[in-house]
C-alpha cells in the first residue's frame, strides 16, 4: 500500500507528531524513559491486544526525512515507510508505504486477501488521521513547529 499527500504543515511538525508516536510506543512496549537520539537502530518486542508477540526494528531514522521499521511474527514481516519531503516553509509531501513479506504461500494468500479486503478502510483512516494532524497544526497557531 501507498500513501503520497501534501500536506499543509511544515515538514518539522509532521516529523515532531510521528516521532512523538514512535516514542510512545516504544516507551510503552520497553518501559524505557526513551529519547529520539536512541531510537535509531532500536528492536524490542511488541506485544498487541490479542497477546500476540512481534519483533519492531526501527531502520531507519532520518529527522526530518524518513522514517521506517519493520514488525516480524512468525508468519511475515511488515515493513513501514514514511518519507517526508519540505515542499517550501509550510507545506510537506508524504509518502507513506507498507510492504507485507510472507512466510509460506498461504500465509501470502491470506495477507494478500486481508490486503484487499481492509486496504480501502486503512487508507481512509490513515488520511483521516493526517488531516487532523493538519487540523491541529492550524488550531495550535503552528506552535508546535
Known amino acids: 500500500m501507498e500513501i503520497k499527500q501534501t500536506l499543509n504543515v511544515p515538514a518539522k511538525y509532521l516529523w515532531h507528531k510521528i516521532i512523538e508516536s ?20 532500536l528492536k524490542y518486542t511488541k506485544t498487541f491486544a490479542n497477546h500476540q508477540q512481534a519483533t519492531l526494528q526501527i531502520l531507519t531514522l532520518e529527522p526530518n526525512e524518513e522514517y521506517a521499521y519493520t514488525t516480524t511474527t512468525s508468519r511475515n514481516a511488515y515493513t513501514v515507510r514514511y518519507a517526508l519531503t519540505a515542499v517550501d516553509a509550510e507545506h510537506t509531501t508524504l509518502v507513506y508505504t507498507e510492504k507485507i513479506d510472507s512466510k509460506g504461500g498461504l500465509q501470502r494468500a491470506n495477507d494478500i486477501l486481508t490486503s484487499f479486503l481492509l486496504g480501502w478502510g486503512r487508507k481512509r483512516n490513515f488520511k483521516k488521521m493526517l488531516a487532523k494532524m493538519t487540523e491541529e497544526y492550524h488550531q495550535n497557531g503552528q506552535a508546535a513547529s
Open 22 to 41: 514512535v516514542l510512545y510506543d516504544a516507551r510503552r512496549q520497553t518501559g524505557k524513559p526513551l529519547q529520539e537520539t536512541q531510537l535509531a537502530g
